[in-house]
C-alpha cells in the first residue's frame, strides 16, 4: 500500500494492494453488485467535516445505534462518468448539479452539507484512481454513488452530531433493455410515493422505501415500474419510480411541475433545454390520468418516456390505470424520445459538442 496526498485537495489515498479489476468481465455487467477498487470517505465530526480519504472498498463498521440507521435520516446521489467513444475521454455530466441538489436533500434532513468545489474533488479523485473501471462500452458507465447519513449512536430524535460521507463507484450497464418496445407502467391509485410539505423533492432513501411495496407489487404483475399519482386524489401524475415523466400531447411535450413531490432530476432538467433548443412547444403544469386516457382515445397522445440519469431516457409503452389500459402508440424511429437518447448520450461519450457546458473531463 502508498501513502501520499492528491494534489488538488487534501485526500489521504490507501491504494488496494492488488486490483480487483482482472476479475470483472466487462460483458456481464449488471447494474450495482459489482464495485471499483476505491471508495471515498469522510467524516462529520465536531461541527466540521475531517480528513477526506481514498481507501480499499471494504465494509465499514457502524454503531448500532446510528441516527441514519434508526430514523432515516440519510440522503443519497446518483451520477455517471462515460467513457468517450472517440477520444478515450472521461467526463462526468453536468456534477454540479448533483452537489446542489445534495446539498437540498442534506438541508431538508437536517444533515450537513457538502461544499460544491468538495464534492467535485472527490468525484474527481475516485474516478481518476479507479479510471480503469469506467467502462469502454457505448451501454456502460461508472456509476457513482454519494451517500451521507448520521452516523452517532443515540435513540433521541434528533439530528445526528457525526455523519460519514461515502462516495462508491460501480461499473453498470444499462438500466432497461433499449432493445426492447418501451416499459410498462401501473399507475398506483393505493400508496403514494410523497405528500406535500413531505421529502420527495430530496433524494433520501426513506422515499424509496415507500415504494418497495408497490413496486414489487407492480413487477409482480409484470410491469416495469409505478407511475406515481398525486397523494390527494390518485389523479394528478407525478413521476415514474425513479425517472421523471414526459407526455408528447399533439405538437406539445408536457411534464409535471417541479411542486415539491417530485425529484428535481438534471435529466429532466436537460430534457427541458433540449426541447426548447429545438424549438418544440413545452408546458410544466398538472396531468390528470383522466386528461392522458382521453388523449389517447382521441390518438393526441403520441409519447410518452421516463428520464433519469440510470435509464436516460426510456420509452413507454403502455400505462394501466384502474384496470384499463392505456396504450402508447409506437412513436417509430424518428421518436423524440430516440432523438434526446442519442443528443444526451452523444454529449456524454463526447460524439456530440457539448454546446451547454454540461460535462466535466476527468483529469
Ligand atoms: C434520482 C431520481 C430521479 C432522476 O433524477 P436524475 O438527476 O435525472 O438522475 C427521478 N426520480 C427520483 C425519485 C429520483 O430519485
Known sequence: MSHHRAERMNIRIEEVAESRLSELDFSKIEFGNVFSDHLFRRNWEEGAWQEASLIPYQSIPVNPAALGLHYGQAVFEGLKAY??????????????????????????????????DDFLNAIQ???????????????????????????????????????????????????????????????????TRAA???????????????????????????????????????????????????????????????????????????????????????????????????????GLLSEAFGAGTAAVVAPVQCIQYRGTNIEVPDPGSDSLSKRLYDELTGIQYGEVSDRHGWTVDVT
Open 83 to 116: 467513457r468517450g467513444t472517440q477520444d478515450g475521454i472521461i467526463r462526468l455530466f453536468r456534477p454540479d448539479r448533483n452537489a446542489e441538489r445534495l446539498q437540498r436533500s442534506c438541508e431538508r434532513l437536517c444533515i450537513p452539507t457538502v461544499p460544491t
Open 125 to 191: 479523485a475516485l474516478v481518476s484512481l479507479d479510471r480503469d473501471w469506467v467502462p469502454a462500452s457505448r451501454l456502460q458507465t461508472l456509476y457513482l454513488r454519494p451517500i451521507l447519513f448520521g452516523s452517532e449512536g443515540h435513540l433521541a430524535v434528533r439530528p445526528s452530531r457525526t455523519y460519514e460521507f461515502w462516495i462508491l463507484a460501480a461499473p453498470v450497464s444499462e438500466y432497461f433493455d433499449r432493445a426492447g418496445p418501451g416499459i410498462s407502467l401501473k399507475a398506483e391509485d393505493r400508496f
Open 196 to 298: 406535500p410539505g413531505g421529502m420527495g423533492a430530496a433524494k433520501t432513501g426513506g422515499n424509496y422505501a415507500a415504494t418497495l411495496r408497490p413496486t414489487g407489487d407492480s413487477l409482480a404483475g409484470g410491469f416495469n415500474q409505478v407511475l406515481w399519482l398525486d397523494a390527494h386524489e390518485h389523479h394528478f401524475i407525478e413521476e415514474a419510480g425513479q425517472m421523471n415523466i414526459f407526455f408528447r400531447l399533439g405538437d406539445t411535450v408536457v411534464t409535471p411541475p417541479l411542486s415539491g413531490t417530485i425529484l428535481p432530476g438534471v435529466t429532466r432538467d436537460c430534457v427541458l433545454t433540449l426541447i426548447d433548443e429545438w424549438g418544440l412547444a413545452r408546458e410544466e403544469r398538472r396531468i390528470s390520468m383522466d386528461e392522458i386516457r382521453d388523449a389517447s382515445q382521441r
